[in-house]
């Protein structure tokens, strides 16, 4: 059972029944559901009728639904995202079968669009589409007072921002203590990049700021240090950013930290000067790069300034110690492996803490779909709709990405091969290009150990070895060197069997060698 199954269990003690149960299935407990407690928030005068019981993917179908059904609710409401639509609709047909007199009410954005041909339409009573703060509240008064709509879906209101109520007081000191915060500044998105759902918002709208910022200082001294932001804009607006920025100066200590999704192409100097102030291990900024060919942000409506974006990322590694996530998509259309190589390669250069490479997804909606027959897009059916081929890419090209995609998370983004990773994509003879050289390493990998998950440490260090000298023509002694290097700070209880080949002495002796340089840095 699960910590998050014990904590439902606790609260169904608690509340014998209530009257609106607002529920979803997170994909990690760390994560806190910021749209339901949004829906409580504004439930006014239902607020105190309404339990938000959150669960993650782990538990099964039939445990979900009893500690649902326990509640003994009157309206169930649930959030479906593209992680958790297969589980969800198994734990709605189960609740359907039990309680068919309960009112069942979905939303999100998997139910938002094209809802009608999925199976989940047929488990539920109303859909509602869209923005759901006010929406969600009414429809819930004329359920409770007898009253049927006639439409079962039903498009949400989106009301003025100052209308709508904020939901941090929500926050539980459990959530303070062990999960995500989420905030934000602003909804919406003023950009129209098709592959995103936000390409259908008409621009991006600021709450109020100083209420914004009561509400910050209120998280603060209730103990919360680290904020994830949701805003799709973060530096839209240059005034609010160096709003939020200062106030958090003014709070700055050892355990501060910020996400922000930043627009690569717009950093005005006052932001740059500012964001010089934060101290390392401070910021995280997330850069949806997604792709550097023109032609391609140009067929899927992306506005971005390439040599500006480029400019501002090489800034911010060289400038200041924020650290940077930044994202690249496989699979758009009329881009092919020779283009993402480039955009690949290029991003490398800049030299970003971490590379996310996504693979395109078809989110219910977006404006994507509209190039399908054209550059012959082929979706997964099933979740999470990820795409199968293109007119530029074959199936078995998207394969090879998708062991690209999950080896560059387990060997680059890690941080575990750090030292080992510049000689393998810079230093290496297969090709100058750093995509092709992993490429290489990641096709290598899976045909050597079968597999792309579960894969031991100790596997992944020999693999890596083994076809960097092997294959991959790089210097035999550095590569040890380098591999040893990364193995002191891996934690592992047993050697490698390439350290062991070279004569390591031992672990403990790796080990305390490690402890004594991470001694060395901290005095220094």
């Not at 032609?295 to 924020?322: C, F, G, H, P, Y």
């Amino acid at each position: 059972m699960t910590s998050l199954s014990k904590k439902v269990i606790k609260k169904t003690a608690i509340n014998k029944t209530v009257k609106i149960v607002l529920s979803t299935l997170n994909a990690r407990y760390i994560h806190s559901s910021f749209g339901l407690r949004y829906l409580k928030a504004n439930m006014e005068e239902l607020e105190q009728e309404a339990e938000i019981v959150e669960f993650t993917l782990e538990p099964k179908p039939e445990d979900i639904a009893e500690q649902l059904l326990s509640l003994e609710p009157q309206i169930l409401i649930m959030s479906v995202y593209i992680w958790n639509t297969i589980q969800t609709e198994a734990v709605l047909g189960i609740v359907r079968s039990l309680r068919p007199d309960l009112m069942i009410v979905v939303g999100g954005p998997e139910v938002s669009y094209e809802v009608e041909p999925q199976p989940i339409f047929q488990l539920v009573d109303y859909v509602i589409s869209g923005w759901g703060d006010v929406t969600a509240r009414e429809l819930c008064r004329k359920l409770l007072a007898g009253e049927r709509p006639e439409e079962k879906i039903i498009k949400g209101e989106q009301p003025k921002l100052c209308e709508i109520k904020t939901p941090y007081h929500l926050y539980t000191d459990e959530d303070i203590r062990n999960r995500v915060i989420y905030v934000e500044a602003s909804r919406g998105c003023p950009y129209k990049c098709e592959f995103c759902l936000s390409a259908l918002d008409k621009t991006a709208w600021p709450f109020d700021i100083d209420l914004f910022l009561d509400e910050m200082d209120t998280l603060y001294k209730r103990g919360v240090r680290q904020f994830k932001f949701v805003d799709r804009t973060f530096n839209l607006n240059i005034k609010i950013s160096l709003r939020i920025l200062e106030f958090f100066l003014e709070r700055m200590g050892d355990d501060m930290f910020l996400h922000f999704e930043l627009i690569p192409d717009n950093l005005p100097d006052a932001l740059k000067e500012t964001i010089q102030k934060f101290p390392a291990g401070r910021l995280q900024f997330e850069i949806g790069i997604q792709t550097f060919n023109p032609e391609v942000q140009k067929l899927i409506s992306r506005r971005q300034k390439n040599d500006k974006a480029e400019e501002n990322i090489l800034w911010l590694r060289k400038e200041t110690t924020a650290y940077l996530h930044t994202d690249l998509i496989f699979g758009l259309p009329s881009e092919g492996m020779e283009s993402f190589s480039q955009s690949f390669d290029k991003l490398y250069g800049l030299r970003p803490q971490e590379i996310q490479v996504g693979i395109l997804k078809r989110l219910k909606g977006s404006p994507i779909i509209r190039h399908a027959q054209e550059y012959e897009l082929r979706f997964n059916p099933n979740p999470p709709f990820n795409i199968l081929s293109t007119r530029d890419v074959s199936f078995a090209e998207m394969q090879q990405m998708n062991r690209f995609a999950r080896f560059w998370d387990m060997l680059a983004n890690s941080g575990r091969f750090r030292e080992s990773m510049p000689l393998l994509l810079e230093k290496g003879e297969v090709d100058n290009s750093p995509f092709k050289n992993f490429m290489c390493l990641s096709e290598e990998v899976f045909a050597r150990l079968k597999q792309t998950h579960k894969i031991s440490l100790l596997r992944l260090f020999d693999a890596v070895f083994d076809i960097g000298t092997e294959v991959m023509e790089v210097d035999e002694s550095a590569l040890l060197v380098a591999i040893t290097a990364d193995f002191k700070r891996s934690g592992q209880k047993s050697l490698p069997i390439c350290l062991k080949r070279a004569g390591a002495v031992s672990v403990k002796s790796l080990q305390g060698e490690a402890a004594r340089g991470n001694q060395r840095q901290l005095r220094h």
